[in-house]
């Protein structure tokens, strides 16, 4: 895809700030900084705008470009949590809103823009004088209300009913039905019984010479009766309040977002734009019209957060960890409502959970490896690799991490947010359940240590392994929060909890003497290859040497016991972090998109500054640029979630605990100065870092740990120390 | 209705192995196209005997087959000539295949698919004929999207009403995708391969296989693995090389018929990546 502009990555002269703690960031907020602009000059750059340009929330997506010269358009609308009821389910496709009808008399240009600022996309046509607009957006006050305006020459445009494209898919009915005055289409899957109903209504200007199309969206989505009535209502709310006001509305929502999350990087406005944009993609996939403003909590609905959100139907937009590790936490501190629903979304599928680990003979819950809307496990159990080899998928089985990610998640939200109320109830539950879960998992042997035998970790090229690091060090953190969480709110047999405490106490998360952590038992005896034996990375090693070739060898998919280290750092040693660490790097393939952005944050830890700001800007330009050819599917939302963990707790250094925010940045020179903005417990945090000087600012106090010492101010003034940082 | 009317499909027949299967696929794929059956039979001008007529004897079919029009000329100049014919949409013909030389196509042949600007179906000995219906055919693309665009029309137009496309990209070392590991990765890049290089033809066509390894390996195991009747390959009509190794293993394994449609390499070469099929 081409995009205006310099797409240069190479950093511009540097920003001199002398005492940056006390200097605003002048340039940050120039506008250009808000716009992804881009040219959708080829068939490959049009399929990845499609998903770049989507408008969404976290209910719905509408996809698409405006195809007026005919070009191949994919447009779409989905709803989050809106399943077709496939074996393995993938999301329901409704009726296409966006489509308009254009004719371009004689050649023309093509430019769209996506107005991060306000969640607006912008599609344009210039041509022989005249112009075609097309402004669009979901709006951000309003649930399920989207507004279209097509601005163009009299004769040029016209808008169409909308319309499900490419066509009905078989197993799904499409009606299209009268309710009061509004003409609604829905698409039902016959199946599952889930409906996506639209309901639109044009409002049509003519001059003698140019014609405005406004077009009024009702969209509603669910699996009971009263979708196609709901859509309907939507749509006379929207009417009544007319577009300039839906317009108002919305922009006033984008603005109270943007108060309360940001980044700034002036001397880096390319990578400042991708963080932003990845962030506003985060936003959407979190952020409802219906959230209380700044602060957390009461969503009345859930949200399950695919792997490519609403924004297109690669991962069929199944939930994987994804969620729970790389988006909610980032949620939890820019949209903490949107993180409350998704873990909402884990909460409501305890019975299934439930269910699961008590067909395999366990205690507790354990949540499936890709969910979808009945919460059972949805993961394909066979596909053929590039070499056409059928393998068994055994992620489904044998990945159970999942269930102990869940449980940080919720931590780390109630970490971020102090939502005492949620941790007391849902949070409360999830916990306990996934601990009883790793009681009944749990393999104690006879020196009393305790093992989990026979799993997968996030580094999926070594299947059925005992005691990975990460699993373990994670399920040990989840019998942690279950104990704390039970002995704070009670409702637990002190008996079980103290069997928490033990379990934990007795899983096996010891590095060797040389103070590596062995991945798996064994690890350390498989053929020792450095993946720049095989090429450079990333590469998808698996692919390239075979399935069972990569499961002999130390090459790893992505950071595992580095993993670890960037979600629980404090259940590991620190002081053999960066010997660990360069050891995983030697041999770690970044097989997956979610790999560049965790370990670009774990390197930022270690001051390996150029290959932490190369990965950094792979993650941040991975769906931008379209890195991956499949941008067109979806956009990477755990990408963009991993990418915003790396520079808030790897360059930065920002995270919180129960009793407050640790801060300890790790910037390198080269990228300036940077301004972050997110919340803690419902006040908006700023935080400025410059060469020698930091600043992390509230409107009221919060405590900040720096180098082991807690103060609590609403400003707080750190200058540098060597390589450390200190309380001024 | 004829969807060609005034179109001939041209049958090329001599008295090569594969002729019944030759008047077989060209009658076949003349239905499905809905356009007219031309068999022709070339005489050289030395005198050298009709044989045709004794290899259309077998089965009693001679009977019901039409009459080869009989041409007197130098052999490959005369058939390259009747297949440039503006109303021939494609020629069918045989290979040879001998023991010696089991990759040689025959002279005649040989000097036919690389001369005729026209789509050829050659049809090795002892592969099946083209039924015309609910057929399978396999092609390979090599990801270059003027090679797409120039195989569209034939999909479009000859493979879409016989049957079902089935792509296939096969990625060399250099060139492997990243983050492909998860099934669903692998899922989204043949859906976005298939968008982009198929976009006009998709109704009928499967999600598209992409594999790693050797092209003619992972082609031959193809034909085998999605039972392929047939494989469509667009060519740069160069036998000699290792680019045309593709065409030569094709038509040395022989097991189905290949459609072969020439493009121009000098513009087709000019985008994307060498070295992958």
Redesign the interface.
Same mark, same amino acid.
């Given at each position: 895809m081409a995009r205006t502009g310099s797409s240069a990555r190479q950093p511009p002269a540097r920003t001199e700030v002398a005492t940056a703690a006390a200097t605003p960031v002048q340039s940050a907020d120039s506008s250009d900084r808000w716009v992804v602009d881009l040219a959708p000059l080829d068939?490959?750059g049009r399929?990845a705008c499609e998903s770049i340009a989507t408008v969404a929330d976290a209910s719905f997506g509408a996809r698409g470009l405006t195809g007026l010269d005919g070009s191949?358009s994919?447009p779409a609308l989905f709803a989050s949590g809106v399943y077709t009821g496939d074996d393995i389910p993938e999301l329901l496709a409704g009726p296409v809103w966006t489509t308009v009808k254009g004719r371009l008399d004689g050649p023309s240009t093509e430019s769209l823009q996506v107005d991060l600022r306000h969640g607006i996309v912008r599609h344009r046509w210039q041509f022989d004088g005249h112009e075609i607009m097309v402004h669009r957006f979901l709006s951000g006050a309003d649930v399920g209300v989207a507004v279209q305006r097509v601005d163009g020459p009299v004769d040029s445009v016209a808008t169409t009913e909308p319309v499900v494209r490419p066509g009905p898919r078989p197993g799904t009915s499409v009606t299209s039905a009268l309710v009061g005055t509004a003409e609604v289409m829905s698409v039902r899957d016959d199946r599952s019984g889930a409906c996506i109903a639209v309901a639109a209504h044009d409002e049509v200007n003519d001059t003698s010479s140019s014609r405005s199309i406004v077009r009024l969206v009702g969209i509603a989505a669910g699996g009971g009766a009263g979708i196609q009535t709901m859509a309907a209502d939507r749509l006379r709310r929207a009417r009544s309040n007319g577009p300039a006001a839906l317009e108002r509305r919305h922009r006033s929502a984008w603005d109270r977002r943007w108060a309360r999350c940001g980044t700034w990087m002036p001397d880096r406005p390319e990578l400042e734009r991708a963080v932003r944009f990845a962030t506003f993609h985060l936003l959407c996939a979190g952020s409802t019209g219906s959230d209380p403003d700044g602060t957390v909590q009461t969503p009345s609905t859930e949200t399950a957060i695919g $792997?490519r959100g609403v924004t297109g139907?690669?991962?069929?937009g199944?939930v994987f960890w994804d969620a729970d590790v790389f988006v909610v936490p980032v949620l939890s501190a820019i949209a903490p409502a949107g993180a409350r629903r998704s873990l909402d979304y884990r909460w409501a599928r305890l019975g299934q959970a439930r269910a699961r680990a008590h067909r395999e003979g366990r205690r507790g819950a354990r949540f499936p490896w890709e969910s979808a809307a009945a919460g059972t496990e949805v993961t394909?159990v066979s $596909?053929?690799?590039?070499?056409?080899n059928l393998l068994a998928?055994r992620t489904g089985e044998l990945e159970i991490h999942i269930t102990a990610d869940i449980a940080w998640a919720v931590g780390n939200h109630v970490d971020w947010t102090g939502d005492d109320e949620f941790l007391a109830s849902h949070g409360l539950e999830l916990l306990v359940e996934t601990a009883r879960y790793w009681t009944s998992r749990l393999e104690i042997d006879q020196d009393r240590s305790a093992h989990l035998r026979g799993v997968i970790g996030p580094d999926?090229?070594h299947e059925h392994v005992d005691d990975n690091v990460f699993t373990n060090v994670m399920v040990r953190h989840n019998l942690d929060l279950a104990a704390a969480a039970a002995v704070r709110f009670g409702g637990c047999d002190p008996t079980e909890i103290r069997t928490w405490q033990e379990l934990s106490e007795a899983l096996v998360v010891e590095p060797d003497e040389s103070g590596i952590y062995e991945q798996f038992s064994g690890y350390h005896a498989l053929d020792d290859l450095s993946v720049h034996d095989i090429g450079e990375p990333?590469?998808?090693a698996?692919?390239?040497l075979g399935h069972d070739v990569i499961a002999g060898t130390q090459i790893i998919?992505q950071p595992d016991v580095m993993m670890a280290y960037h979600l629980v750092p404090h259940l590991l040693d620190a002081g053999v972090f960066e010997r660990n660490l360069a050891r995983a790097i030697e041999r770690t393939a970044?097989?997956?998109?979610l790999s560049p952005a965790i370990s670009a944050s774990l390197l930022f830890r270690a001051r390996r500054w150029q290959e932490a700001t190369d990965l950094l800007e792979l993650a941040a330009f991975l769906d931008l640029d379209d890195?991956?050819?499949?941008t067109?599917?979806?956009l990477h939302l755990a990408t963009m979630g991993g990418l915003w963990q790396a520079v808030t707790f790897g360059l930065l250094g920002l995270r919180a605990t129960a009793s407050g925010l640790v801060f300890d940045p790790h910037v390198p020179p080269e990228l300036g100065p940077i301004r972050h903005r997110l919340m803690y417990r419902g006040t908006p945090i700023d935080v400025r870092v410059s060469d020698d000087r930091a600043r992390v600012e509230g409107s009221v106090a919060v405590p900040l740990a720096v180098a082991g010492e807690t103060r609590k101010a609403c400003r707080h003034d750190v200058r540098r120390t060597g390589e450390g940082w200190e309380h001024r | 209705m004829s969807k060609l009317p005034g179109k001939r499909v041209l049958a090329c027949l001599d008295d090569s192995p594969a002729a019944d299967a030759v008047l077989a696929t060209a009658t076949n794929v003349a239905r499905a196209m809905g356009a007219e059956l031309d068999v022709i039979s070339v005489v050289p001008p030395d005198g050298s005997a009709v044989r045709r007529s004794a290899s259309m004897s077998p089965g009693g079919r001679a009977s019901r087959s039409p009459t080869p029009r009989v041409v007197v000329g130098p052999v490959e100049a005369t058939l390259v000539d009747e297949l440039e014919q503006d109303d021939v949409v494609l020629g069918v013909l045989g290979s040879r295949a001998l023991a010696a030389q089991p990759d040689l196509l025959g002279h005649v042949a040989r000097a036919v698919v690389t001369r005729s600007r026209r789509s050829l179906i050659v049809v090795p000995p002892g592969a099946e004929p083209l039924t015309g219906e609910g057929q399978r055919f396999l092609v390979p693309l090599d990801g270059r999207s003027r090679t797409s665009r120039a195989v569209a029309p034939v999909l479009a137009a000859l493979i879409e009403p016989m049957g079902t496309i089935v792509p296939l990209h096969v990625f060399d070392d250099a060139h492997v995708p990243m983050f492909v590991s998860s099934p669903h990765d692998r899922e989204v890049l043949a859906d976005e391969f298939a968008a982009r290089h198929l976009g006009p033809v998709v109704s009928r066509t499967e999600r598209p296989r992409l594999r790693l390894g050797a092209p003619v390996d992972e082609i031959l195991a193809a034909i085998r693995r999605d039972e392929a009747d047939a494989v469509v390959v667009c060519w740069s009509q160069h036998l000699d090389g290792g680019r045309a190794a593709v065409i030569r293993g094709l038509l040395a394994d022989g097991s189905v018929p290949v459609v072969l449609h020439p493009i121009d390499v000098a513009r087709a070469g000019s985008e994307g990546r060498p070295g992958s099929v």
């Open positions: 068939g490959r399929r191949v994919w $792997a139907t690669s991962y069929r199944h394909p $596909a053929h690799d590039l070499r056409g998928i999926e090229y990333p590469l998808s698996d692919a390239l998919k970044h097989g997956s998109s890195v991956t050819g499949t067109a599917g979806g | -």
